[in-house]
């Protein structure tokens, strides 16, 4: 799976595509996560043109002024007029009401879309107001749990009619995922980004049983660059 992070060939991502409906993706700041899900939803949306669909959308939901300061890098070789990304549409929420809403309306689409996916999902619960909405001091918590059995519903739901993947990206520090505890229930991939210490980053996905997918990337020159990806036993 790690492949469809990144441009890589059709036939790959085919080969990668199996049902993991709700994923999550978590690194350290400034590792180019952003980039990693816009690719993602470039890839699906571009996995549907493939076959000829014309109803294959990818939701993308995000702040749009933190979006807007730091706009996502393109993989080397994606053409940016490509049509592909006419298939891709933005969707700017505020809090975690705005996400709440989107989802809750969810089964009323007369077409699902291919992928949905939320940049920086951690940072859409504010600490203060999830406490007072809720009075309680793990206010923030329940939130997010409420917010992710909603997410992970919609997409049982749209699972039921035609094939629908949610990726969430958060941003930890340290070396797993803040909440882990949290996402477990409702996620059925994590993928964890290292930094290598030599500027490079590591993607890592533990979905397959007994082996680890690995890939190596930059981010040099306003491009997202793979440098290799590698699978090892544990």
């Known amino acids: 799976m790690v492949q469809r992070f990144f441009s890589v060939r059709q036939m790959d991502l085919q080969q990668n595509s199996q049902s993991h409906p709700v994923m999550l993706l978590s690194g350290p700041p400034s590792c ?6 816009f690719q993602f939803a470039f890839n699906s949306a571009m996995e549907e043109a493939h076959h000829g669909s014309t109803n294959g959308k990818v939701m993308f939901i995000c702040n749009r002024r933190k979006l807007e300061a730091k706009p996502p890098y393109l993989s080397q070789g994606v053409d940016s007029s490509s049509e592909t990304f006419q298939r891709i549409q933005m969707k700017y929420v505020d809090d975690d009401e705005g996400i709440k809403k989107y989802f809750a309306a969810f089964h009323l689409h007369d077409t699902f879309p291919v992928a949905v996916v939320i940049d920086d999902f951690g940072d859409f619960f504010d600490e203060r107001s999830c406490q007072e909405r809720y009075g309680n001091p793990r206010g923030r918590d329940l939130a997010m749990v409420r917010t992710l059995a909603l997410c992970h519903n919609a997409m049982v739901h749209a699972n039921e009619t035609s094939p629908c993947k949610l990726l969430l990206s958060d941003t930890h520090h340290g070396d797993s995922p803040r909440l882990l505890f949290i996402y477990k229930r409702w ?17 890592k996905d533990y979905s397959n049983s007994g082996r680890t997918k690995t890939a190596k990337y930059s981010i040099a020159l306003q491009y997202l660059f793979l440098e290799e990806i590698t699978e090892a036993s544990e």
């Open 32 to 37: 180019g996560k952003t980039s990693l899900i």
């Open 187 to 203: 996620v059925t991939t994590i993928f964890t980004i290292q930094g290598d210490g030599s500027g490079s980053f590591v993607l």
